[in-house]
């Protein structure tokens, strides 16, 4: 096996407050009235001469118009950690919705790393359906694309090895074309599962976020991940408080940025 290990950040650069059964498809039986905060993270995965960026964010207007605010810009987050945006190389892409592919832009330098289904899926019937679109901005998908006419985005079918030890999985759910992203780690596989687990509750529960675009994939995809991994504890959620609980800070100087590996 191969040694080639790699470090893992969770940078958290967003919050916000919502009711615990909002969080949840299914009705839960324990405080459904009660507050549970959703967070909103990009990954960063350094190692072995790679800088690979999971997810971009939200972007400023997307900020602006859903009304909310940055804990702290992941550009700024980044360049704090000392991995400015011009020292990415690939920006992996787990699916378009705008809280994970705004700012595309600011990786010029970057290789974009999508499902050609979930852009299928972005750009396709479905999006006549506002209750499927409102997850979408048009501004990152216009910006995704002119990434693709320059050249600058590999349209993935299925799974894929992005580098030794860094590796793709296509799962869906949660939308057409999710990816999810497992790492190879001194602590063994790590599993970035963005939104095809948004809190650890939905997979110990079995009980998906409240936006589920295939329910079968979506449940599928918790045996998936599980799989994925030794240690289910390596399991990584996309947007789940807890994150920031059980991971120490990555440096004092950058308080959004966890160390997961
Ligand atoms: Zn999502």
Redesign the pocket.
Known sequence: MSSIVYEVFAVRFATANRRRQDNFFYAVEEDPQGSMALDFFVWLIVGNGKVVLVDTGFSQTSSLVRGRPYVIEPAVALHQLGYPTETVQDVVVT?L?YD?AGNVGDYAHARIWLQERELQFATGKCMCDPRLSN?FATDDIALLLKRLYRGDVRLLDGNHTLHDGIELYAIGG??DGLQVVRVRTARGWVLLAS?AAHFYENLDAKNPFP?VFSMEDMLDGYALIEGLVDDHDCIVPGHDPKVCERYPLAIPSCPYAYRIA
Request: no cysteine; glycine share 0%; hydrophobic share 25%.
């Open positions: 699916h919705h994970h997850f949660h939308t939104d936006a």
